[in-house]
């Protein structure tokens, strides 16, 4: 069972985003905070493009930005920007055993519910706050 990082590294670039005062970033700058191949990044930062929170520009000048003001990125925008199906998946039980039987509806219905609680939760928090709890300080500079 592996999990995905996807989400950890779009908060990652997004903070600093915020910080580069609507300057370009290149993906191998970003890449060296994140400890991650440049490649990696510029699939992450594809997402936020298409998902509307990131301006990216090609060239030797070029790099990200953050489209939107930090303000207005919620932790869910970038988790719903990089989310590759559900949180929790469901195993195949088999459809004999009196548990498996059940367990897909019942446990599904529940971990919907969790999911929904999660979201609920990242919604209230912006790559502002979540910014300047990480370098508090600088909270200042995030309005763009």
Do not use: W
């Amino acid at each position: 069972m592996s999990r995905s990082t996807s989400f950890a590294v779009a908060i990652h670039l997004l903070v600093v985003l915020s910080h580069a005062n609507r300057k370009f970033v290149s993906s191998e700058t970003l890449a060296a905070g994140v400890q991650t191949n440049p490649v990696v990044v510029r699939r992450v930062l594809a997402r936020l493009r298409n998902a509307g929170l990131v301006d990216s520009q090609p060239g030797v000048l070029g790099g990200s930005r953050l489209a939107v003001k930090a303000i207005d990125i919620s932790l869910l925008d970038a988790y719903r920007a990089v989310r590759t199906g559900s949180l929790f998946s469901l195993h195949t039980p088999a459809p004999d055993c009196p548990i498996g039987g059940r367990i897909p509806e019942v446990l599904g219905e529940n971990l919907a519910l969790a999911e929904e609680a999660m979201e609920e939760f990242l919604e209230e928090v912006s790559i502002e706050e979540l910014a300047g709890e990480i370098l508090p300080g600088y909270s200042d500079d995030l309005r763009h």
